[in-house]
Structures are given as structure tokens and as C-alpha cells.
């Protein structure tokens, strides 16, 4: 939760299901990388080498709105 993003607890208590992948949190997932990327860039002060990801999938899990990302 420190993040700003809580795990859903309800839905998978062992957290198992990593939902990086789910296409519902590509928002997320967005202001996940950029603040990485950033910290990264900060750490070593060049850019980070970025991996390609693989191809996302529908995943069936609800959409995550954009005041929901607001820290």
C-alpha cells in the first residue's frame, strides 16, 4: 500500500495472481514504469535499458480509473 496501489486482498490473500500482464491496469502499469524508470535514471544517472513486454491479454478484471492513481 505504500505505493498507492493496495493489493486486492479479497480476491487472491496469498497474492498469487500477478495482474502486471491484466490490460485493466495499463494505467497502472504506466505510472508504475515511469516512476522506475525515473528512480533508475536518479540511481545510476544515465537511462535504463528497457525490456520489451510481452503481449497483453484481456484478463476480465474491472478498469482501474485515473483518480485511483492520483498520489
Known amino acids: 500500500m505504500e505505493d498507492g496501489f ?3 486482498l479479497k480476491a487472491d490473500p496469498y497474492e498469487q ?14 505510472v508504475m514504469k515511469e516512476r522506475l524508470l525515473k528512480r533508475m ?3 545510476k544517472g544515465k537511462s535504463a535499458r ?3 513486454a510481452k503481449e497483453r491479454e484481456p ?3 474491472r478498469v482501474v480509473f485515473d483518480y485511483e492513481l492520483d498520489e
Do not use: F, T
Request: glycine share 8%; proline share 12%.
Open 41 to 43: 535514471k536518479e540511481i
Open 59 to 61: 484478463s476480465g478484471q
Open 17 to 30: 495472481d500477478n495482474l502486471i500482464d491484466h490490460l485493466a491496469y495499463g494505467k497502472v502499469r504506466k
Open 50 to 52: 528497457i525490456i520489451p
Open 6 to 8: 493496495p493489493p486486492d
